[in-house]
């Protein structure tokens, strides 16, 4: 699959009377790679729900490649990674468990060992993810995201929780990801996007700045 | 646009102003008594027809629903929602008048032998989770379509109803029409049928008016957030 | 779409099997619900058969929405909806795989709750067990169906708690009054023969069409 292009049209998203994201126009080329950045509250999170297709925009349009995300088939859907605030885990079941459902659902077959022992959780592969902590959490999230080879890949704020070694196997996947993948990647980190070499969008107030 | 909003409002004001007091009068003076249930029958020109209407009510509402799903714009869900509501005003008026016409004939308020009124009690039930489920949810797309969907169940549930109720009971309802089509004499029929009409003149009323009233605020927000400067 | 579906419904089992979240309460609330009644009726074993089949569908239904609350906790905690969502699958193989596991629970609650029924209020003749288990189980489906169905619709509602009930248990009145016929059937009483357990079979029916044409609306958003 090759990686898709992101367009947002005068994308509006409001929840009740509040409205998180005003008329956002923004595109991002295949393969490209983008740094989300702005205050708590304006509107990044909303901006990667409505790429992954998680919500339907009030106004205007969000489309992967030629299709509106929110409708988006099982086959481009096949194709998307998106990791949030939340973990997007199952609390009661192992690390393993946890990507073997995930490859499961993607028909996909991966040696998971290698997948944990990647984000540095080689031997916890086996606990109960309830008994993790947050930066663990965050690893194992990135696993998950990554490990059906997504040529979309969203991020939500990624690097909270993590350690320096933690920031660093983020930095690295993102780097790796460039030109091979469309990365967007919502962050407070005003650097990420010099240190990646790529471009940065700025959200303030639910507007693109 | 605007002259046609005004006649769906206009024309069943003048049909229900016409009809209603029109069946009452026919009920009361042209129809001759009933040899069994004398004067208590006269209701039965109210009850069959408020039924009937609720249910077209229920039907419009459902319509309107999986027209949202398919077209998701806003004002399907409005109608859907109106429907729905205006359905529940006649219900109730079922289960008033109802439990009238079985405490003059059978002399008890609420016969469970009767399987109409015991549907409607099940629809009744059903219909208020609606408002329940609406209402707990934050206004938005998530509040449109689950809305949408559960008002759709409705038309599983309705049939289903029915057949539970025949299956459990062995009462009957008394029936007036039977399966071999109205036995009714003449005046008994026509002012039947000017009562059914007189309700559905006024459930197409009672949906306009709310719908216009609907429109309106949706309006009024809509330039409230002109005012604010977002002009989304 | 059925791997997918089962593979849901195998984690849920695994995770009841070792949380213990929702079976126990289910179990102690069912027969807490059947002794209750029991005595309500006077703890009279005479109050009459129709009275015995009543009461144990009216203990399955509560059971049931008392489990049904539980039905997406799991996935809303960490924000696995999304991820499910996002997975290439059809969107009707979550809330299959969701009720595949809840009709699991029913089983098990109902294999505990129907021998207890049976000795309080039976002391020898009892209705026939074959109906009453055939009648279950194509009620558990319906049931299962419903409530699921239900249950996503009130995810990220303010009162969930107090709306799932109100949601179900209008729509579970139809099964409820078929296998209270069926169950009279088991007893010998004329109610028509099979007719109560084609009822349940048709419901069935009726209401996994009306959730696969729905499913694509229902979690997301």
Redesign the interface.
Known sequence: MQPPVITLAEC?K???ER?AL??ATLSVAAGETVVVLGPNGAGKSTMLRLI?????P???SARIGEVEA?SAP??V??G???A??????????TAR?NLE??L????MAADTSALLERVGLGDRADE?IDGFSRGMLQRLALA?ATAHEPVLLLLDEPASGLDADGRALLDDTLRAGIGQRTQVVASHDHELAARLGVREVRLENGGIA | MRANRHLTTTIPLVLSIVLVPLTIAMAFWWTGEDADQGLSQKIFYFHVPIALTSYAAFGFGAFCAAMYLWKRTEVWDLRSYVGVHSGTIFGTLVLVTGPIWAKASWGVWWNWGDRQLNVFLILFLYYCAYFMLRFSLDEGERRRSASAVFALLGVGLIPMSFLAVRIAQTLIHPAVFTTNGAAMPGPFLLTFVVGLAAMLSLMVLLISVELRGKRAAARVLELQRIARGEDA | MIGAALAIARVKLVLEIRRREVIFAMLLFIAATIVIVHFALSGDTGAGNRAAAGMLWAAVVFTAVLGLLRTFSAEHEGGVLDALLLAPIDRAAIWLGTALAQFGFLIVIEVVAVPIWWVLFFQSEGPSIGTVVIALLLADVGIALVGTLSAALALGARTRDVLLPVLVLPLLIPVVLGGVTATYGAFGEEVGGLRPLGFLALYDLVFIALAWGTSEHLLSD
Do not use: C, N
Not at chain 1, 52 to 56: F, I, K, N, P, V
Not at chain 1, 104 to 107: A, E, P, V
């Open positions: 509006s409001r929840f009740g409205l005003r008329k992954a297709g998680l919500l339907r009030t106004a205007g929110i099982k086959q859907r096949a998307i990674a998106y949030g605030h939340q973990p997007q885990l199952y609390r009661g079941l468990e459902l995930h499961r659902l993607h028909q109960r998950r």
